[in-house]
């Protein structure tokens, strides 16, 4: 099993920036794919953007040419740099691995504890 603690959220204004990062430990980090997703109350878990362990990235639609997924395999890091920050933006963000590749949260095996992110003039 892999384990996976988020950091990097707080309270920026609209249009600036923030950088998540999910450190992971206990199993091969290589072995998964990566994503991000975010829940705001009332809501399910939305997807965010996800990377493959090739490299390859997904965004969803609200987010694309805003916000940018990467990973460190020698670090065992993914980082979300979120750039234009909207209020809508705003939730909690969770970071999640899985051996496959989906943009569903029920498919996505191991997740982080989640890290606050508002977005607020």
């Known amino acids: 099993q892999i384990h996976l603690v988020e950091s990097g959220g707080g309270l920026v204004q609209p249009g600036g920036s923030l950088r998540l990062s999910c450190a992971a430990s206990?199993?091969?980090?290589?072995?998964?794919?990566m994503a991000w997703f975010r829940q705001t109350p009332g809501s399910e878990r939305d997807f965010v953007a996800l990377?493959?362990?090739?490299?390859?990235?997904l965004y969803a639609a609200p987010v694309k040419d805003r916000f940018i997924i990467s990973r460190d395999n020698a670090k065992n890091t993914v980082l979300l740099q979120m750039n234009n920050l909207k209020p809508e933006d705003t939730g909690v963000y969770y970071c999640?691995?899985?051996?496959?590749?989906?943009?569903?949260?029920?498919?996505?095996?191991?997740w982080g504890q989640g890290t606050q992110v508002t977005v607020s003039s």
């Open positions: 990377i493959t362990k090739v490299n390859n990235s």
């Open positions: 206990g199993s091969s980090f290589k072995r998964y794919s």
């Open positions: 999640a691995a899985s051996l496959n590749l989906g943009t569903s949260a029920g498919g996505y095996e191991s």
